[in-house]
């Protein structure tokens, strides 16, 4: 059991008459999926932790339409497009963070034609700016010390986004030893869920994209592969015990590796 | 007499082929116009940057070397060959022999002894690339929508280098021969021994057939050039200037009428003020009509590299789809459609699409908009647009989407979320981390 913290959510602040300095974009996958829901919790635990007013829209978020408008289906996409913005707008939300690089490029780069501006940033990019702050400290000792750690790019953080940096910085501080995959930042490869892929089999081939991907992690001897996006994370994750390696690599978030080395519970 | 008649007979196949070279690019501007209209003319600056750095200093083939200094030995020798060539056209037009050697002097032999230089260099490269595609196999030179006419094209260009440079050397070394060496070009002046012996007449033909092989390499080059995937060598320039300016982006291309059809249904009264929309016009794209005369301008500047697909997941798991084959299938298809408009004048439906008869819904349904294909292009083409817009038709005009995909979009629609799960199960982690 881990300590109990409060998680503000936005109807209730307003209530109150306040208003969060950041807006904490959940996503579909951070709300639902119980593997990423421990993402969800180790970077709340972390916001809450360095003392950022941060809020969560709870019930009243719905999905971005990201999977909708990549499959094609523009008009789904725009309805919970303009859903959302609406939202967004009545609470006057000015900044958002959000541990899914999908939300976030659909939120960032999508939603501005919609009527939706807001700062978007990746929840990397704002782990990075609290080190360098001095606002996380982590355990004496290094929870990860000796360990191997290899960072897969998230194709919607990466080539899409130019963000490469970012997550790297934030491993650089778990003294760890950090390798790189054969295939990495913009040569990196897919894990396969983009494009609304996630929700559907994959169309015939040799093999699945996430297996092929595995091979690169594999290849890498790293003991830790680092993922910043909950749809990586499920496909390496479901990679590495196709491989049946589950007991010598673990897939864990950015988010959660920060939270375990500062030792702010799970 | 002989230089009159060859004079004539240049001034003759000049005319024919600029006959043919204009009427076919005026050809491929018509198709191109037949896209959609689509505004890339902001930011003049940073698209004149684009160009140079991507189309002029080749920056993105430098991700991998040993292709880039071949390509970069053949493309150095084309442009300063293109010197060379103005003195030819002179000669040719004028019957005068080396024009300009007389006025430059040694500059004269510094430039020729450059570009034979070069010239060895790019057969050098040539006969490389050769040996990629044909003995080596390169995975990416090999796969099965290069076979037939792509790979003969591909071979027929190379082998047309090596006979452009069989004709320079044949020519520059019978003139020295003939001249004792007097011009003292940097490689000829080494090949002298293998013309020793032989008369002046016998020099004099040789330098004559080198000329004319030359030019009527040249010539036939251009004319072939705009049925070639080749044609990247002057399309790459104006594809790298009207580039997206931020690529790859995650960001994808808004679709205002979907907008409009939304506010119309959430406002019905608005119905009035909306511009009536255009007739047959499609969300998305069923055929190449359909797309931007970006997407057409993209298709006619790729150069079939595969660098695309080389590193598409789909593609690399054994999945049909191949970014290379969206291009080639797209070009395909406006080329078919093009023909169609010279023998009708007018566009006439030919029950064939783009979508279908050239793409399949398997191959679109294995894209992951990862974007590497988007990354990987040396000259800026975006397959990953096409893929999308053919999708959007599939989705909005077929209604043809796989099962799975069809619960996903009743689970967002119905419950805001991409599973199906009520919205109170949203907040099921916060009431686990507030309990501890």
Same mark, same amino acid.
């Given at each position: ?17 306040e208003?969060?300095?950041?807006? /904490? ?8 999926d ?9 970077f ?10 941060f ?5 009243e ?13 523009? /008009?789904?996409?725009?309805m ?16 958002i963070?959000?541990?899914?690089? &999908? ?8 939603y ?8 978007v ?22 929870? /990860?010390?000796?360990k191997?750690?290899?960072y ?13 940096e970012?997550p790297?910085?934030?491993l ?19 894990c ?15 093999? &699945? ?10 290849q890498?001897?790293a ?7 909950p /749809? ?5 994750t479901?990679?590495?015990k ?10 864990l ?7 375990q ?6 | 007499?002989a ?14 082929t ?10 491929i ?33 430098f ?9 970069l030995c ?22 005068t ?18 570009i034979?230089i ?21 995975p ?35 003139d ?24 002046d ?25 705009p ?27 808004n ?8 506010n ?7 119905v009035a ?16 009509q359909?797309?931007?005369w ?10 079939e ?18 970014p290379?084959k969206?291009?080639?299938d ?7 459609l ?24 398997e ?6 908009t ?18 999308i ?7 909005l005009?077929?209604a ?13 629609e ?8 009520p ?14």
């Open positions: 059991m881990s300590e109990p913290i409060q998680v503000p959510v936005m109807a209730d602040l307003m209530a109150k008459g208003k969060p300095d950041i807006l /904490f974009w959940v996503g579909c996958a951070g709300s639902f119980q593997r990423a829901q421990r993402i969800t919790k180790a709340a635990r972390i916001l809450h932790h360095t003392g950022i007013k809020a969560v829209l709870g019930m978020e719905t999905c971005t339409g990201d999977p909708a408008r990549r499959a094609g289906n523009e /008009f789904l996409f725009q919970q497009a303009l859903t959302n913005i609406q939202t967004l707008n009545m609470y006057e939300v000015t900044k963070v959000t541990t899914c690089p &999908h939300c976030f490029n659909t939120l960032k780069n999508e501005p034609e919609l009527g939706g501006n807001y700062e940033i990746h929840h990397t990019q704002l782990l990075q700016q609290l080190i360098d702050e001095g606002r996380i400290k982590l355990k004496e000792g290094g929870t /990860f010390k000796g191997r750690i290899t897969h790019d998230s194709c919607y953080l990466g080539r899409a986004n130019q963000i490469y970012a790297r910085k934030v650089e501080l778990l003294d760890a030893e950090l390798v790189e995959m054969k295939r990495c930042r913009t040569k990196g490869l897919c396969g869920a983009g494009g609304a892929q996630m929700f559907k089999e994959d169309e015939p081939g040799r093999i &699945h994209v996430n297996m092929e991907r595995t091979e690169d992690v594999l890498s001897n003991n830790v592969v680092a993922a910043a996006c /749809f990586c994370n499920t496909m390496l479901d990679g590495v196709y491989h049946d390696k589950q007991d010598e690599i673990h897939v978030d950015i988010a959660e590796l920060i939270a080395a500062a030792d702010l519970g799970e | 007499m230089v009159l008649v060859q004079q004539l007979l240049f001034l003759i196949v000049l005319g024919i600029g006959y043919l070279v204009s009427r076919k690019a005026r050809e501007y018509r198709n191109i116009r037949l896209g959609k209209p689509d505004d890339r003319t902001n930011e003049p600056g940073k698209r004149l940057r684009n160009m140079l750095l991507l189309a002029f200093g080749q920056k993105k083939m991700q991998n070397l040993t292709p880039a200094l071949l390509h053949v493309y150095v020798a084309f442009l300063i060959t293109q010197i060379e060539l103005i003195e030819i056209f002179v000669d040719g037009a004028f019957g022999h080396r024009f300009f050697y007389p006025y430059l002097g040694g500059l004269y032999t510094f430039i020729i002894s450059f034979e070069l010239s060895v260099l790019a057969f050098v490269a040539t006969i490389a690339f050769l040996s990629r595609r044909n003995l080596l196999k390169l990416r030179f090999t796969m099965k929508e290069l076979a037939g006419w792509p790979m003969l094209d591909a071979n027929l260009i190379l082998i047309g280098e090596i006979i452009l440079i069989i004709g320079i050397f044949s020519m520059n070394t019978a020295m021969t003939l001249h004792h060496g007097e011009y003292g070009f940097a490689v000829s002046q080494w090949l002298m021994p293998l013309f020793a012996g032989f008369s007449g016998t020099l004099h033909l040789l330098e004559r057939f080198g000329w004319w092989l030359h030019i009527l390499t040249v010539f036939g080059f251009l004319a072939y050039l049925y070639s995937k080749h044609l990247h060598i002057l399309l790459a320039f104006p594809n790298s200037y009207f580039a997206d300016l931020t690529s790859p982006s995650g960001k994808i291309t679709m205002p009428r979907i907008t409009q059809e939304i119309l249904m959430l406002n019905p009264s608005s003020d909306a511009p009536p929309a255009a007739e047959n016009e499609r969300f998305g794209a069923k055929d190449v359909d797309l931007s970006k997407n057409l301008l993209d298709a006619y500047s790729c150069t590299c595969g660098r695309c697909t080389a590193a598409c997941p789909a593609n690399q798991t054994g999945k049909k789809l191949s290379r969206i291009m080639m797209t070009r395909d298809r406006l080329e078919e093009g023909q169609h408009l010279n023998k009708n004048g007018q566009d006439v439906p030919d029950g064939k699409s783009l979508l279908h008869d050239y793409i399949s819904p191959e679109l349904r294995a894209c992951t990862c974007n590497a294909c988007v990354q990987e292009c040396p000259v800026s083409i975006n397959p990953l647009n096409i893929i817009e053919l999708r959007r038709y599939l989705i005009e077929e043809n989407s796989p099962d799975e995909w069809n619960k996903m979009f009743n689970n967002v119905h419950s805001g979320a991409v599973w199906q799960l919205a109170d199960k949203r907040i099921t982690w916060i009431q686990e981390i507030e309990n501890g």
